[in-house]
């Protein structure tokens, strides 16, 4: 029974990083309708930013906070430079464009920082502080993930630049009507899809250890998750996010081993695709003909 509690409850520390990362898979699907594969190496990069910073002398919740800061001007960036030029080519076009990004990104940050794994450090106690069941970090960074999730949720539901962004997201011509500047509410969505990447790739570091191949499990497990939740529903990617953690970590501790715990995710996607392509909350579109 210890075992089993053990485990769950590392799984829901783990699923909240990807509950975060698919949180900014879905943000982006709701402003172009395309998944974006380049946003694990989006947070990869902020991470090594973060290291930076940490390395040149700064305390980690500075460098933390700038990292955020510099991680939603890269989005921003890569939005206006990169995407907008392709945003009315054919799909086949912007996933191509998508996957690019991913290589450069993990080249650049290799050709930087060379591919020698290296340590991040955790703000959190090395002394586990919540029991035997769980550890400080992981504790600690279900605690940032839901207090980022409740940042973004005030942030949409409660500013007007957040309800701008949501009304463009989801209907843009009528959004240009009422004067909203759609595009310039699609770059600040990428801003802060890649700052919430950037928080999601700061707690899971100090866990799979800071190198430019490191997210590419996690963004495998957050795809998993926004599919589970549904693709278009930000609180549905939050559930699949910790759902899928959990399940991991049963699956693996019990079941599978820890040897295959990545298929856990494969399967969840074949699963979902194949039973209810919309995810447990995601929009059912009807076409009629």
Do not use: C
């Not at 949501?166 to 909203?180: E, K």
């Amino acid at each position: 029974m210890q075992e089993l509690l053990h485990q769950v409850l590392a799984g829901l520390a783990t699923g909240g990083i990807y509950a975060s990362l698919a949180l900014a898979l879905v943000m982006i699907y709701q402003a172009t309708h395309l998944v974006n594969f380049a946003q694990g190496e989006m947070a990869m990069f902020a991470t090594y930013l973060a290291w930076s910073l940490i390395n040149a002398g700064m305390p980690y919740w500075p460098a933390f906070l700038l990292t955020v800061v510099l991680a939603f001007v890269l989005g921003v960036v890569i939005e206006r430079v990169i995407i907008r030029p392709v945003e009315n080519a054919p799909v086949l076009a912007v996933v191509v464009v998508f996957i690019a990004l991913l290589v450069i990104l993990n080249s650049v940050t290799g050709w930087i920082y060379s591919y020698t794994i290296k340590s991040f450090p955790s703000p959190f106690p090395a002394e586990p502080i919540f029991g035997q069941y769980v550890t400080s970090h992981q504790g600690g960074a279900i605690g940032v993930t839901l207090v980022v999730l409740l940042l973004l949720f005030l942030f949409f539901r409660y500013t007007p630049l957040g309800l701008a962004m949501r009304a463009a997201a989801q209907n843009p011509d009528s959004a240009r009507l009422v004067g909203i500047r759609v595009g310039w509410m699609l770059a600040l969505g990428w801003g802060l899809a890649a700052a919430v990447g950037g928080v999601a790739g700061m707690m899971v570091a100090p866990i799979v250890f800071l190198d430019p191949n490191m997210m590419g499990g996690v963004l495998l497990y957050a795809f998993a998750a926004a599919l589970v939740g549904g693709i278009d529903n930000p609180a549905g990617a939050v559930f699949g996010g910790f759902l899928v953690g959990v399940l991991e970590n049963l699956l693996g501790a019990f079941v599978i081993g820890n040897e295959l715990k990545l298929a856990v995710a494969l399967v969840l996607i074949i699963g979902v695709l194949v039973v209810k392509p919309s995810g447990f909350f995601g929009k059912v579109l009807v076409t009629r003909v």
